[in-house]
Structure formats: structure tokens, C-alpha cells
């Protein structure tokens, strides 16, 4: 059973595989630092698995209800963001996805299920959550329990606030996500699931209303969605006909269809603008390094390495 | 022991008799106390499942105890040693 629960092991050390190797798992057992760290997470996803199926087999109400008197939801958060085993991170986000879909049905206290004391604390809750994006996300079951978590969460965050109170915080929710949608476009090897995910939320949230349309909604979040989706639109290191190129297309087609043209068009011009004006100052700055005696150095000792 | 906790046939009654022979056990070796534990949260995911074949639901109680069991010994524990080592 350790063996076979060991070779199903997906840690973030392993870098882009997508499981440990036979080598690796010959390492661990000499390992006893990794030896350790597997005895953790094993029993810790099995004790998460009891969780689920309680709620899945039993009353699943009374059994939320019981999960949140242990303080069961915050744990769940952090796990799903900080645990370094895959598995453990994907039975949380099911997990959190039973008490979302349970809270939808029953009507409950989405704040007293999640053991919240004020309302505003749903912010933070949402905000802490969007950090599970930082961590690899490898299957389609991840990414689509991310999207459905997220869009519940943003849901209910723009109906626990009154209209003006919920705008600023959604937005900046989405300048969260967008910042960390850029920051993974840095290295492009391991990009591809987050930008995915992202661009998938950003496409299903516009579903979403603040107020009497979903167009005022749109408007909200026009900037910092388009503050990814122009550069994955315009970056050529992504190929054509790829989810993360269709996907940034039908946005831009749903937002230019969907929103006011002159609101549209000059949303886009002044983020187009603005990517652009960065571009220009780090190639300016580069210039500028190259310049000084320090660039000088740094060309020098690029030369001797080859 | 670890057939029968495998095995989805095995009655409720059957099970809850395997979980208190396993909670009776014990064990000086860390190794064979893991493997006891890893056993108890088998077993208890065996009850959990009860109420899908022929056998009853859980009573409210009983919840309850495979909560805190697994909550108490195990999550709560390693939540505490991961809020440590990220903040």
C-alpha cells in the first residue's frame, strides 16, 4: 500500500514531471527526510478521504455543519495553497467545492460554514485562495475545481457587499489574478495549466452580475483581464490553435461584442499602451546597463563562459 | 487485516469489530504504529462509505467520533506544523 501510494506521489520538487520516477523512488527509501515527508502526507490524505466520504455517504448538511464546529474549513484553505503534495491540494479544493455546492442547495451561512466571524473576512478568504494558483496544477479534475471554487467565491463575494463596496474588491480580485497569470508567463515551461485556468475563469466569470447586467460586470473587470490576455493574445511563444491562444481570442471577441465599442476600445488602447510604455523603459533600462561599466562586466564574463 | 480493510464487501459490523481489534493494538515501533493508524484510516473510510449497499447510515454519533478522529490525530496536527513553516 506505501509503495503504491508512493509511486502515485506528486510533489512540486519533482519540478515539470508529472509523478516521481523508479530512480526517485529508490532515492526516497534512502532519503529519510522524503521518507518522512510521504508517511505525512499519506496519512493526511486519508484522513481527508474519510472527510469526503462522510460527506459524500452521510448527511452531508450535518456533517459540513460538524466539519466547520472543528475548524475544518480554514485548514482546507491552507492546504490547498501551501501543501507540497498534489493530491492533498486536490482533495482540499473537493473538499471546499462540497461545502460551496452544500452551502448553494441548503441556502446556509456561507460565512458561519466556513467559520468566518465578520463578512469582510470572505475577502481575505477569497484572496487567500486565489494563491493556490501558484502551485502546479497538472490535471483537468485541479483546474476545473479551481474555476468552480473561484467563480463561487467571487459570486459570493459580490452578493455579501452592497453594489459600491463590491466593485473596488472585485477588481482588485482580478488584478490578483491577472498579476499572477503574468508573473507565470515568465517561465514557459511551466505556465501553460495556470494561464489556462485563469483564462478559463476569467471566460466562465462573465457570467457573473454586479447590479442589473452583466455587462457592469464586464466593465469592471475589462482592464485587468486584458492586462494578461493582450499579452497572451499577442506573445508568438504560444502556439496557435492552443487552448491558452483560443481561449485569450474569445475573450477579446466576447468583450468586444459584449461591451460599449468607444468603453472597449479605449479600455484596450490604454492597456495596449501601457504594456507597451513598460516594454519601451526595460529595453531603455537595458540600454542603459549595457552602457555602464557593470553591463560592461556582465557582457565580459558572458564571453569568457563561451 | 489489510484484505479485509480493502475489501468493500466486508459488513459494517465486521468493520467496526476490525477498528476496535486495531484500536486495542499497540505498538513500541513507529513503523508498525503508522501502519495501525494508516489502518484505522482505512477502516474508518469503510464506515464512512456505509449506507451506499445494503447496510445502514451512520448514526449522528458515530459522525461525529470519524471527524474527530481523523480531525484531531492527524489534520489539526499537520495544519499547525504548515502554518508554522509558512508564516
Known amino acids: ?306 | 487485516m489489510r484484505t479485509l480493510v480493502f475489501s468493500a464487501k466486508v459488513s459494517q459490523s465486521k468493520v467496526k469489530t476490525l477498528l476496535n481489534t486495531i484500536l486495542q493494538m499497540g505498538s513500541a515501533d513507529e513503523n508498525k504504529r503508522e501502519l495501525l493508524q494508516l489502518a484505522k484510516l482505512n477502516a474508518l473510510q469503510l464506515l464512512a462509505e456505509s449506507g451506499t449497499n445494503k447496510s445502514a447510515k451512520l448514526k449522528t454519533q458515530e459522525t461525529r467520533q470519524i471527524l474527530n478522529s481523523a480531525c484531531q490525530e492527524v489534520i489539526n496536527a499537520e495544519a499547525e506544523s504548515l502554518q508554522k513553516r509558512v508564516s
Open chain 1, 1 to 306: 500500500m506505501k509503495n503504491f501510494l508512493q509511486a502515485i506521489q506528486l510533489l512540486d520538487e519533482e519540478g515539470d514531471d508529472h509523478g516521481p520516477t523508479q530512480e526517485d523512488l529508490e532515492a526516497a527509501d534512502d532519503d529519510p527526510e522524503r521518507q518522512s515527508n510521504n508517511k505525512q502526507w499519506t496519512l493526511l490524505y486519508h484522513a481527508f478521504s474519510c472527510v469526503e466520504k462522510l460527506i459524500e455517504n452521510q448527511d452531508k448538511k450535518s456533517t459540513i455543519a460538524m466539519c466547520t464546529e472543528l475548524g475544518l474549513p480554514k485548514h482546507l484553505l491552507l492546504f490547498a495553497q501551501y501543501h507540497q503534495s498534489y493530491w492533498i491540494r486536490l482533495v482540499c479544493q473537493r473538499l471546499l467545492g462540497h461545502i460551496f455546492s452544500s452551502q448553494r442547495e441548503s441556502k446556509g451561512d456561507l460565512i458561519m460554514m466556513l467559520g468566518l466571524d465578520v463578512p469582510e473576512q470572505l475577502v481575505h478568504f477569497t484572496y487567500d485562495f486565489i494563491n493556490c494558483l501558484n502551485k502546479p496544477i497538472y490535471q483537468e479534475e485541479m483546474k476545473n475545481q479551481i474555476i468552480k471554487n473561484l467563480i463561487f467565491l467571487a459570486q459570493a463575494m459580490i452578493s455579501k457587499q452592497q453594489e459600491d463596496e463590491a466593485t473596488p474588491e472585485v477588481t482588485k480580485l482580478f488584478r490578483k489574478i491577472s498579476y499572477i497569470g503574468r508573473k507565470a508567463m515568465l517561465d514557459i515551461r511551466t505556465s501553460q495549466d495556470c494561464l489556462e485556468t485563469i483564462l478559463q475563469f476569467f471566460q466562465a466569470s462573465f457570467a457573473l452580475k454586479v447590479g442589473e447586467s452583466g455587462t457592469d460586470f464586464m466593465k469592471l473587470v475589462c482592464g485587468p483581464v486584458l492586462e494578461l490576455v493582450y499579452r497572451t493574445y499577442t506573445d508568438e511563444q504560444y502556439a496557435k490553435g492552443s487552448i491558452i491562444k483560443d481561449v485569450s481570442l474569445e475573450i477579446v471577441e466576447l468583450l468586444q461584442r459584449d461591451l460599449d465599442k468607444p468603453f472597449f476600445i479605449d479600455t484596450y488602447n490604454k492597456v495596449k499602451a501601457s504594456i507597451l510604455q513598460k516594454r519601451l523603459d526595460r529595453r531603455v533600462k537595458q540600454k542603459q546597463l549595457v552602457a555602464t561599466e557593470e553591463g560592461l562586466a556582465m557582457r565580459q564574463n558572458k564571453r569568457s563562459r563561451k
